[in-house]
């Protein structure tokens, strides 16, 4: 999660980046992991590009869903319980946090 002064440091980067290429449409890529699409690890980063890595372990790839409390050498779990934990694990640091810096993050 970002603070609104980052999502706009963001957007201004983007577009000062595309005036510099020459491309309007330019833009950052992004992961946009809470739609249901984005369940799942991206095209984007499984195919030869700048985003890609060749380490990367090919078991997370689609159709298994991104385990957002994956540790090596754990038991293997169905869909349902990944899809399960991951809307627990964010429903605890997203939802259920009271105090702005558990949410925002602390000063730095």
Same mark, same amino acid.
């Given at each position: ?35 249901? $699409?984005?369940?799942?690890?991206? *095209?984007?980063?499984? #195919? @030869?590009?700048? =985003?890609?890595?060749?380490?990367? +372990? ?14 090596? $050498?754990?038991?293997?779990?169905? *869909?349902?319980?990944? #899809? @399960?934990?991951? =809307?627990?694990?964010?429903?605890? +640091? ?15």
């Amino acid at each position: 999660l970002y603070r609104p002064s980052h999502r706009w440091y963001l957007y201004f980067h983007e577009k000062i980046l595309g005036s510099l290429i020459g491309d309007p449409s330019f833009a950052l890529p992004f992961w946009s992991w809470d739609q249901e $699409g984005g369940r799942y690890i991206p *095209d984007m980063f499984r #195919r @030869e590009t700048a =985003l890609y890595d060749a380490k990367r +372990n090919t078991s997370h790839y689609e159709p298994t869903r991104v385990d957002l409390i994956y540790s090596p $050498g754990s038991d293997v779990k169905s *869909d349902k319980q990944i #899809r @399960e934990d991951n =809307l627990s694990v964010m429903y605890n +640091n997203v939802a259920k946090v009271k105090q702005p810096d558990a949410f925002f993050g602390v000063r730095y």
